[in-house]
C-alpha cells in the first residue's frame, strides 16, 4: 500500500475522551472514529487489525471442525420470551418495534437463535457433535461504554455455539474451544491465563474467562502463587479465618452514635477493628428484600450472593426502602429486630463473638452482639470479595491480585435453552433427548484493544506482527530525491513479490513526520531509505520494539525482512 493512496488520517494531540492507551493511539493512529457513544467506525487501518484477528480466530475454530454461518443482528422478542430472557436481561437488550408493532431487539448474544435455527431439524445423535460460530456484530446498550473499543455498545464477536448428545460430548466440545481459545490469543501474541468465572446472564455451570494481563483491565484477577488456583474476582473463593480472638461473649450494650454511618467512624468511635463491624445491606431482588450481614471492612460480592440466593437480580435497596424495612435511615441496619427480611450471613462471621452492629433506630449501634443469643441468620455462605491478605481455600497460602481484560468467555450451559425452547434429537435407542449445549465468545475488537494496552510505548502501538495493519514500514526520507525514490519503488516491490505486507511512505513530508506516524501506528518492522546511507549503497533495517537500528546493504535488504518477518512470526506461533 501507497501511503499517498491511504486514508490515515493520523493526530498529533492526545483526544481528550481518551483515558487509556488502546482507545488514544486508535484514534491518534487514524484507526477509529467515534459515531456515538460506545459506537465507532472502522477506518482502513483498524480494520486491517480486526480482519487480522477474525482470520487467525476463523483459522483456529476452522481447525477445530466448527462450521461458520451469519446470523441475523435483528431478532424477534417471541424468541426471547421462549427462555424467559426477555424480561430478565435487562436494560443491556435495546429493544424496538417494527411497522407492524412487532417486538424485537438487536443481538447481545445468539443462545436462541442458534437453538431456534437447530430444532426440528438437527435430530439425529449421528449428526452430532456440531459446533456453529459466527463473526458478526453485537449490541449491548451498555450503561457505562467507556475506553474506546474496550467497552463499546456495538462491536465485533465471535460468538460459537456446540451441541453434543450428552455431558461427555459437552465436555470435549468445551475442552476442543478452550484449546483453540489459547491458541487464538498466542498467535495475537498476548500475554494470558484462564480463570474460573461467573456465568451472569447467559448462564450454566462451568466457565472460563480468558484473561490478558494489563492495568487497564477493569477484572480483578485473583492467583495462588503456589498451586496455581486462579478465578475472576467475581467467583474466587478463599479460606476465612475460623476462630475469633475472643472468647468471652460481652453484654449486649446499646450506645449512641451520632450521625456515624461509615465503617470508619462508628469502628474509630467505639475503639474496635473495622472487621468487627458487622454491616446490615439491604438489597432488592425479583423475589423480595434481603439483608445480607458481612464484615466491615469486606465488600459484597454480588455475583456470589446471587448465586447463593438463586436470584438473578440484585442490587442495593433504594434508601426509603431501606427506611421502611429497618425503621432507620441508610447507616443504622442490623440483625438484632430486624422484621420481614431474608437474615443472610457471610461464612467469615461464623464464629465471631461480640460484633459491633447497626441498633435499627438513628444513631445508635449495639456492641457486644453475639450471634445465637442476640440474633440469628436464616441462611449463611460466601458472599463477600476476597482481598489482598486472604489465603487460597485449596493450599492456604496468600493470594495474589493483578488486573486483566476478558478477551473470550467459554460456558458450558448444559441443557438449558434446549429444554426451555424444545431442541430434542432422538438418540441411538429412539428416545428424544435435549442438546447439551455450550457457547464461547471472543470479542473480537476488544482482543485488538487489548493488545495494544499491553503492547505500546509513550510513542505508540507495537503490534504483535501476527495482528499488526501491515508488517513492513518502508520510509524514505525524502521523496524528492530520485536516487531514494528509484530504491524504494524497487524495494516496495519486491516486498510485495514476497507477500510482506508493506506500507511505503511515499509523501513529501518531513523525515521526522514518517517517523513519527510509523511509531504511532506501531508497524513491527522498518526499513528507512535515507541520505548518508544511499551515497553507501545501504539502508536501515529497526525492529518497532527495540532500539537498536542496523544498517544492512540495500541489495541484502528484501532478504533481510523476510527473515526477519519471519523469526517475528516465530515467536507467536506454536
Ligand atoms: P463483560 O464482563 O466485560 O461485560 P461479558 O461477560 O458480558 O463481558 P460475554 O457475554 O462473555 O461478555 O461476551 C463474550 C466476549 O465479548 C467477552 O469476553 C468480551 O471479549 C466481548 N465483549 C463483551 N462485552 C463487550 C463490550 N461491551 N465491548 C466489547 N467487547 C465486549
Ligand atoms: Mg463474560
Not at 427462555?83 to 417486538?103: A, H, P, V
Not at 467505639?270 to 423475589?287: A, C, F, H
Not at 429486630?337 to 433506630?361: I, Q, S, Y
Not at 530504491?487 to 513519527?516: H, P, Q, S, T, W
Request: glycine share 10%; charged share 30%.
Amino acid at each position: 500500500m501507497r501511503l499517498t493512496r491511504y486514508y490515515m488520517p493520523t493526530l498529533r494531540e492526545k483526544p481528550a475522551e481518551a483515558e487509556i492507551f488502546s482507545h488514544q493511539f486508535m484514534l491518534r493512529g487514524g484507526m477509529i472514529r467515534k459515531l456515538a457513544s460506545g459506537i465507532y467506525s472502522f477506518l482502513p487501518l483498524g480494520y486491517r487489525v480486526i480482519r487480522k484477528v477474525e482470520g487467525i480466530v476463523r483459522e483456529e475454530m476452522n481447525a477445530k471442525g466448527a462450521l461458520e454461518v451469519f446470523l441475523p443482528v435483528v431478532q424477534p422478542a417471541e424468541l426471547w420470551r421462549e427462555t424467559g430472557r426477555w424480561d430478565r436481561f435487562g436494560k443491556e437488550l435495546l429493544r424496538f418495534k417494527d411497522r407492524g408493532e412487532r417486538e424485537f431487539c438487536l443481538g447481545p448474544t445468539h443462545e436462541e437463535v442458534i437453538t431456534d435455527l437447530v430444532r426440528n431439524e438437527l435430530r439425529s445423535y449421528r449428526q452430532l457433535p456440531l459446533n456453529l460460530y459466527q463473526i458478526h456484530i453485537k449490541f449491548r446498550d451498555e450503561i457505562r461504554p467507556r475506553f474506546g473499543l474496550m467497552r463499546a455498545r456495538e462491536f465485533i464477536m465471535k460468538d460459537a455455539y456446540s451441541f453434543d448428545a450428552d455431558e461427555e460430548g459437552l465436555n470435549r466440545s468445551y475442552q476442543d474451544m478452550y484449546d483453540a481459545y489459547s491458541q487464538i490469543f498466542r498467535r495475537c501474541g498476548l500475554r494470558f491465563t484462564a480463570v474460573e468465572a461467573e456465568t451472569g446472564a447467559i448462564g450454566g455451570d462451568v466457565s472460563h474467562e480468558f484473561m490478558v494481563w494489563a492495568e487497564a483491565g477493569e477484572d480483578v484477577i485473583v492467583r495462588c502463587p503456589q498451586c496455581g488456583y486462579t478465578a475472576n474476582i467475581e467467583k474466587a473463593t478463599f479460606r476465612p479465618l475460623l476462630k475469633d480472638d475472643q472468647d468471652q461473649e460481652g453484654p449486649l450494650e446499646k450506645i449512641h452514635t451520632p450521625r456515624m454511618r461509615t465503617v470508619e467512624e462508628v469502628t474509630g468511635f467505639i475503639g474496635v477493628s473495622p472487621s468487627r463491624l458487622v454491616k446490615t445491606l439491604i438489597y432488592q431482588t425479583e423475589v423480595g428484600f434481603v439483608a445480607l450481614m458481612i464484615p466491615g471492612d469486606r465488600e459484597v460480592n454480588e455475583a456470589k450472593a446471587a448465586r447463593l440466593l438463586g436470584v438473578s437480580e440484585l442490587r442495593l435497596a433504594a434508601f426509603d426502602d431501606v427506611e421502611e424495612i429497618s425503621g432507620a435511615p441508610v447507616g443504622f441496619a442490623g440483625p438484632i429486630g430486624l422484621k420481614g427480611v431474608r437474615l443472610v450471613a457471610d461464612r467469615t462471621l461464623e464464629g465471631m463473638k461480640n460484633v459491633v452492629v447497626g441498633a435499627n433506630e438513628e444513631d445508635y449501634h449495639y456492641v457486644n452482639a453475639n450471634p445465637g443469643r442476640d440474633f440469628s441468620w436464616d441462611m449463611v455462605g460466601d458472599i463477600v470479595k476476597a482481598k489482598p491478605g486472604d489465603l487460597c481455600s485449596l493450599c492456604g497460602v496468600p493470594l495474589e491480585f493483578s488486573r486483566g481484560i476478558e478477551v473470550g468467555h467459554v460456558f458450558k450451559l448444559g441443557t438449558k435453552y434446549s429444554e426451555a425452547m424444545g431442541a430434542f434429537f432422538l438418540d441411538r435407542d429412539g428416545v428424544e433427548r435435549p442438546f447439551f449445549m455450550g457457547c464461547y465468545g471472543i470479542g473480537v475488537t476488544r482482543t485488538a484493544a487489548a493488545a495494544i494496552e499491553q503492547h505500546h510505548d509513550e510513542r505508540g502501538i507495537i503490534w504483535p506482527i501476527s495482528i499488526a495493519p501491515f508488517e513492513c514500514y518502508l520510509l524514505p526520507t525524502n521523496w524528492g530525491r530520485s536516487d531514494i525514490k528509484e530504491v524504494a519503488e524497487a524495494l516496495y516491490r519486491e516486498l510485495l513479490e514476497r507477500g510482506v505486507d508493506v506500507l511505503l511512505d511515499d509523501r513529501e513530508e518531513r523525515a521526522g513526520v514518517k517517523f513519527n506516524d510509523a511509531d504511532l501506528i506501531g508497524v513491527p518492522l522498518r526499513v528507512t531509505i535515507g541520505e548518508r546511507g544511499i551515497r553507501k549503497g545501504m539502508c536501515e533495517l529497526k525492529l518497532r520494539r527495540g532500539k537498536d537500528v542496523r544498517e544492512v546493504p540495500i541489495r541484502d535488504a528484501i532478504g533481510e525482512v523476510v527473515s526477519a518477518k519471519e523469526a517475528l512470526f516465530k515467536e507467536v506461533e506454536c
